[in-house]
């Protein structure tokens, strides 16, 4: 019996197995918070000491740098001075990582080691917020790592974590863009700033990688589309404020890029031709990554496993209709429209919006043929599938009425799949998919990381000066100190020299200056190893777009099927064109016809839309002419080129008279 009050009243108490239910709620909550922040701790832990342990800055990732030296030394975003092209593809990170090393002045391979470890590691927390968010958070189940298991696993989501390149910049922007979509979908107020804030995120789509304007484009439209907060403003004005807000930096940026370089995109597009379509070579690079690893067995298990719990979660919420079959068949557009809208901003949209854009993106890396790196082009994607599953939440089974927890299939079978994606990770994670070493195999994708650490013989490749030990290197900087006279440096089969053709002299009181010229193809190592002053170009058009602008080989090596005779280079540099002064294999007939063939008058106006003095005449030209100078092409052949511009060949002798 319960104790009396004073006048004799019985005091109200508790059912002892209500108390006991709510203390068994508080502890298993506290639970669960434990383990969610544990897997996290856990799951983070085990990224940044395998990102650690394979740390190394890529060959291209020091593509970067150079136009940080530039941009530090007050030549604007340039990869040589003088030459306005955009050589990397990622806008964003070229000015992260430009901020940052202005920011410390340290030395700029340690500050972008730092920014990609940071930016890869916070990846994989927002990811897993998110979707603790998106399965009710850590009251309701146990939370634990699955899907982000899975990315830490593969070697080549280590090895581009450290790599210099933007992978970590893009999966940041990803799980940030997925974390604040959730919230916003469940969210009982959506307060303005937060949906400002979410329109800027989605907007940087395309700076960040221009391919992710898919997934910015369509958060931006489910976000648009959804109902409006309800503000001061008028929803039309709201709307028209948030898209100005997403489009501000985006748009702006592509107008002056446009001014700037003249193309509407990185050039880096133009050179490996990312509008054309190597399909079979695709698949090859898709399995590439998915076989050796038997990759398809985790996201089949995991896939499953997401639809169990969705199941799940509707039978324990089951949705009340507010119309029946009839009414429903007679609702007008406007109303289904409405229920449209509505059901944008919910968890499954945001599911779907992901899921979708991880699908459009393998598809359009499969037509383009994928990439020469292993795994690289396709992390991206893979992070999409995997963000609504990077975590799994564990329900217990409910006490029946008798107090008794019955296992259910639910139950058993997510359990099942987190126990099963860790086994696979711990397979994934010791499993090596390329044994070639420094070998490129005939599909042309190689393990970059250990093709560099062979190569080079350092165990972690990460300053410029490490690379001076790969072939070639020191001999270039020897022979640049050995032609103070001014040279054009073209490869040669022997590791230890180069071939050099001289500069003219200069002609007597003029104020012309010696200068030095590196054909390579790895534009990387080579221009972090000279001076600024040192231009450095590729035959396959990263940083020439002469080259860049050649047509596609058909069957060159993907990412690296363009490459430009050096006869053009000679030209086109002002070297000594003839014999002795030139290698022997280059011929004075195809210099003489690249002489002519770089005079096509198309040919100068590409190359006047980077080199010319950027006056504002020049700007505005190159803005209205960047779509057409994108689409120009010209022929490799020098002699096919003349004919395809309707010049006069000089070494073919003149029609006969008629």
Same mark, same amino acid.
């Given at each position: 019996?319960?104790?009396?009050?004073?006048?004799?009243?019985?005091?109200?108490?508790?059912?002892?197995? /209500?108390?006991?239910?709510?203390?068994?709620?508080?502890?298993?909550?506290?639970?669960?918070?434990?383990?969610f922040?544990?897997g996290?701790?856990?799951?983070?832990?085990?990224?940044?000491?395998?990102?650690w342990?394979?740390?190394?800055?890529?060959?291209?990732?020091?593509?970067?740098?150079?136009?940080?030296?530039n941009?530090?030394?007050?030549?604007?975003?340039?990869f040589?001075?003088?030459?306005?092209?955009?050589?990397?593809?990622?806008?964003?990170?070229?000015?992260?990582?430009?901020?940052?090393?202005w920011?410390?002045?340290? *030395?700029?391979?340690?500050?972008?080691?730092?920014?990609?470890l940071?930016?890869?590691?916070?990846?994989?927390?927002? %990811?897993?917020?998110?979707?603790? *968010?998106?399965w009710?958070?850590?009251?309701?189940?146990?939370l634990?790592?699955?899907?982000?298991?899975?990315?830490?696993?593969?070697?080549?989501?280590?090895?581009?974590?450290?790599?210099?390149?933007?992978?970590?910049?893009v999966?940041?922007?990803?799980?940030?863009?997925?974390?604040?979509?959730?919230r916003?979908?469940?969210?009982?107020?959506?307060?303005?700033?937060?949906?400002?804030?979410?329109?800027f995120?989605?907007?940087?789509?395309?700076?960040?990688r221009?391919?992710?304007?898919?997934?910015?484009?369509?958060?931006?439209?489910?976000?648009?589309?959804?109902?409006?907060p309800?503000?001061?403003?008028? +929803?039309?004005?709201?709307?028209?404020?948030?898209?100005?807000?997403?489009?501000?930096?985006?748009?702006?940026?592509?107008?002056?890029?446009?001014?700037?370089?003249?193309?509407?995109y990185?050039?880096?597009?133009?050179?490996?031709?990312?509008?054309?379509?190597?399909?079979?070579?695709?698949?090859?690079?898709?399995?590439?990554?998915?076989?050796?690893?038997w990759?398809?067995?985790?996201?089949?298990?995991?896939?499953?496993?997401?639809l169990?719990?969705?199941?799940?979660?509707?039978?324990?919420?089951?949705?009340?209709?507010?119309?029946?079959?009839?009414?429903?068949?007679a609702?007008?557009?406007?109303?289904?429209?409405?229920?449209?809208?509505?059901?944008?901003?919910?968890? %499954?949209?945001?599911?779907?919006?992901?899921?979708?854009?991880?699908?459009?993106?393998?598809?359009?890396?499969?037509r383009?043929?994928?990439?020469?790196?292993?795994?690289?082009?396709?992390?991206?994607?893979l992070?999409?599938?995997?963000?609504?599953?990077?975590?799994?939440?564990?329900?217990l089974?409910?006490?029946?009425?008798?107090?008794?927890? /019955?296992?259910?299939?639910?139950?058993v079978?997510?359990?099942?799949?987190?126990?099963?994606?860790?086994?696979?990770?711990?397979?994934? %994670?010791?499993?090596?998919?390329?044994?070639?070493?420094?070998?490129?195999?005939?599909?042309?994708?190689v393990?970059?990381?250990?093709?560099y650490?062979?190569?080079t013989?350092?165990?972690?490749?990460?300053?410029?000066?490490d690379y001076?030990?790969?072939?070639?290197?020191?001999?270039?900087?020897?022979?640049?100190?050995?032609?103070?006279?001014?040279?054009?440096?073209?490869?040669?089969p022997?590791?230890m020299?180069?071939?050099?053709?001289?500069?003219?002299?200069?002609?007597?009181?003029?104020?012309?200056?010696?200068?030095?010229?590196?054909?390579?193809?790895?534009?990387?190592?080579?221009?972090m190893?000279?001076?600024?002053?040192?231009?450095?170009?590729?035959?396959?058009?990263? %940083?020439?777009?002469?080259?860049?602008?050649?047509d596609?080989?058909?069957?060159?090596?993907?990412?690296?099927?363009?490459?430009?005779? @050096?006869?053009w280079?000679?030209?086109?540099?002002?070297?000594?064109?003839?014999?002795?002064?030139?290698?022997?294999?280059?011929?004075?007939k195809?210099?003489?016809?690249?002489?002519?063939?770089?005079?096509? @008058?198309?040919?100068?106006a590409l190359?006047?839309?980077?080199?010319?003095?950027?006056?504002?005449?020049?700007? /505005?030209?190159?803005?209205?002419?960047?779509?057409?100078?994108?689409?120009?092409?010209?022929?490799?052949?020098?002699?096919?080129e003349?004919? *395809?511009c309707?010049?006069?060949? +000089?070494?073919?002798? @003149?029609? @006969?008279?008629?």
């Amino acid at each position: 019996m319960g104790e009396e009050r004073e006048g004799g009243e019985p005091t109200a108490q508790l059912p002892i197995g /209500r108390a006991r239910a709510d203390e068994s709620d508080a502890r298993f909550s506290r639970l669960s918070r434990a383990t969610f922040i544990g897997g996290i701790a856990l799951t983070v832990t085990l990224f940044a000491a395998g990102a650690w342990q394979r740390r190394w800055i890529a060959d291209d990732g020091l593509i970067v740098l150079r136009t940080v030296r530039n941009l530090l030394a007050g030549n604007g975003p340039v990869f040589n001075a003088g030459d306005r092209v955009e050589t990397n593809t990622s806008a964003a990170w070229t000015y992260v990582v430009w901020f940052f090393s202005w920011l410390t002045q340290l *030395r700029l391979e340690y500050v972008v080691l730092g920014i990609a470890l940071t930016l890869s590691v916070l990846a994989i927390v927002f %990811a897993m917020l998110g979707a603790a *968010r998106l399965w009710g958070g850590t009251g309701s189940a146990l939370l634990v790592p699955a899907g982000a298991l899975v990315y830490i696993a593969l070697p080549p989501a280590r090895d581009y974590a450290t790599s210099g390149l933007e992978n970590c910049l893009v999966i940041f922007w990803l799980a940030v863009l997925w974390w604040g979509m959730v919230r916003w979908s469940q969210a009982e107020k959506v307060r303005p700033a937060t949906l400002f804030a979410l329109f800027f995120w989605a907007g940087l789509a395309p700076l960040i990688r221009p391919e992710l304007t898919i997934v910015g484009g369509l958060a931006l439209l489910v976000l648009f589309c959804a109902p409006v907060p309800r503000t001061r403003l008028r +929803p039309w004005l709201f709307r028209t404020l948030v898209v100005a807000v997403a489009g501000l930096i985006p748009v702006g940026y592509q107008i002056w890029r446009m001014g700037y370089y003249g193309l509407p995109y990185p050039n880096t597009a133009v050179a490996k031709d990312a509008g054309g379509a190597k399909w079979s070579h695709g698949f090859t690079y898709l399995w590439d990554l998915v076989g050796p690893y038997w990759l398809w067995v985790p996201l089949l298990v995991l896939l499953v496993a997401g639809l169990v719990l969705m199941r799940q979660h509707r039978a324990e919420h089951p949705a009340l209709s507010t119309a029946t079959d009839t009414e429903a068949t007679a609702q007008n557009w406007r109303t289904r429209l409405h229920r449209l809208s509505v059901w944008l901003r919910t968890p %499954a949209a945001v599911v779907t919006l992901m899921v979708g854009s991880g699908v459009v993106l393998t598809v359009y890396e499969i037509r383009v043929g994928g990439d020469f790196m292993h795994g690289r082009m396709l992390l991206p994607q893979l992070f999409c599938l995997l963000l609504p599953v990077s975590v799994l939440p564990i329900r217990l089974p409910r006490p029946d009425a008798a107090g008794m927890r /019955r296992l259910n299939w639910a139950f058993v079978f997510v359990l099942a799949a987190f126990l099963g994606t860790a086994g696979w990770a711990l397979f994934a %994670a010791n499993t090596t998919a390329i044994k070639t070493g420094t070998t490129i195999r005939a599909n042309g994708i190689v393990d970059e990381r250990i093709y560099y650490v062979l190569r080079t013989g350092h165990d972690h490749p990460i300053l410029a000066t490490d690379y001076l030990d790969y072939p070639w290197m020191r001999a270039m900087v020897r022979d640049i100190d050995n032609s103070p006279d001014g040279a054009l440096l073209i490869v040669s089969p022997s590791y230890m020299n180069w071939y050099l053709v001289p500069q003219p002299q200069p002609v007597p009181g003029s104020d012309e200056q010696p200068e030095h010229t590196v054909f390579f193809l790895n534009l990387g190592m080579t221009s972090m190893n000279v001076p600024l002053d040192v231009r450095v170009i590729d035959q396959m058009g990263l %940083a020439y777009p002469l080259a860049a602008h050649t047509d596609r080989l058909t069957d060159g090596r993907i990412g690296h099927d363009k490459a430009l005779y @050096p006869d053009w280079v000679v030209v086109d540099t002002g070297m000594v064109d003839k014999h002795p002064w030139m290698p022997a294999f280059l011929d004075e007939k195809w210099v003489t016809q690249a002489r002519t063939a770089l005079s096509c @008058p198309d040919t100068q106006a590409l190359l006047a839309s980077s080199r010319a003095p950027l006056t504002f005449e020049r700007w /505005r030209h190159n803005l209205t002419q960047a779509l057409d100078f994108a689409k120009y092409r010209i022929d490799r052949v020098p002699k096919y080129e003349i004919q *395809r511009c309707g010049l006069v060949d +000089p070494t073919q002798p @003149p029609p @006969p008279a008629k």
